[in-house]
């Protein structure tokens, strides 16, 4: 008996401490931590920086929300093809990092109030004759897989005109193929490739015609209005005593944040 008490005390401390380690964090819990969910590649919303430190606009946006909320920020850097099943899976509490919200999205995840605007655009060389959408007609053309930059070029009446569509795991190597010639244009968020023409300069430039104009918000895992609730509050504050202003002047050189 003293042994199968010893193996039930054994499985139950186990059982323990599985369920203690189990979820993202979390937000609902005595943790005060929220996991946000980023893509560490996308310029200048979130990405590393030359000491490989996570920086950028959605980051320093999260970091203050979640100081207002009374919470730490912590950011994990996710397969963004899954970011909806890393938020439901209760691995990550938001999705943060230039999520465009769309009706799609809307049955996925409860969003935020729109904080910053968008469109997607299309990048080419700058020594490129493609000057307008119709020059795209017989043309190889990259994006970034499961972004929304792949629903506008859907709705495009250019989608079927194209060569090709390439679906790259983030909009770095989409540039970087156009750059070598494997690709003719990428369809990109405006505010990344402006990002990356500021640094390098006379590489890239952009059709005056736009795919689709586009709002940013933060995702939240579909029940948790509560949390939901809690981060407009922080967000709504924060453009009321200045911070998303500061915030947005040290990324954009303005400010881009909507009230």
Do not use: H
Not at 51 to 75: C, H, L, P, S, W
Not at 76 to 97: T, V, Y
Not at 162 to 189: H, M, P, Q, W, Y
């Amino acid at each position: 008996m003293k042994k199968i008490g010893a193996l039930w005390l054994a499985c139950g401390i186990i059982l323990s401490l599985i369920t203690g380690c189990s979820g993202a964090n979390s937000a609902n819990g005595d943790d005060k931590t929220l996991v946000i969910g980023i893509d560490d590649k996308f310029a200048p919303m979130g990405f590393r920086d030359e000491k490989n430190e996570i920086v950028g606009f959605d980051i320093d946006y999260a970091r203050a929300a979640a100081e207002k909320m009374g919470y730490k920020a912590t950011f994990q850097p996710i397969d963004w093809n899954a970011k909806e099943s890393e938020l439901n899976s209760g691995r990550i509490d938001l999705i943060w990092n230039g999520y465009t919200i769309t009706d799609e999205r809307k049955q996925k995840v409860l969003f935020t109030k729109p904080y910053l605007k968008n469109a997607q655009v299309v990048a080419v060389l700058a020594k490129s004759d493609i000057s307008r959408l119709d020059d795209l007609t017989g043309k190889k053309v990259g994006l970034q897989a499961q972004s929304s930059a792949a629903d506008a070029l859907n709705a495009s009446a250019i989608k079927d005109k194209l060569n090709s569509v390439t679906e790259f795991k983030d909009n770095v190597l989409a540039l970087s193929d156009l750059k070598i010639g494997r690709v003719d244009a990428v369809v990109i968020d405006e505010v990344v490739a402006r990002y990356y023409m500021s640094k390098e300069k006379d590489t890239f430039k952009l059709l005056d015609e736009s795919l689709a104009p586009e709002e940013y918000g933060v995702g939240v895992k579909k029940g948790n209005e509560q949390l939901l609730e809690q981060l407009q509050k922080a967000l709504d504050a924060m453009n009321q005593d200045g911070t998303a202003a500061k915030i947005s002047e040290k990324w954009f050189g303005e400010d881009k944040v909507l009230k």
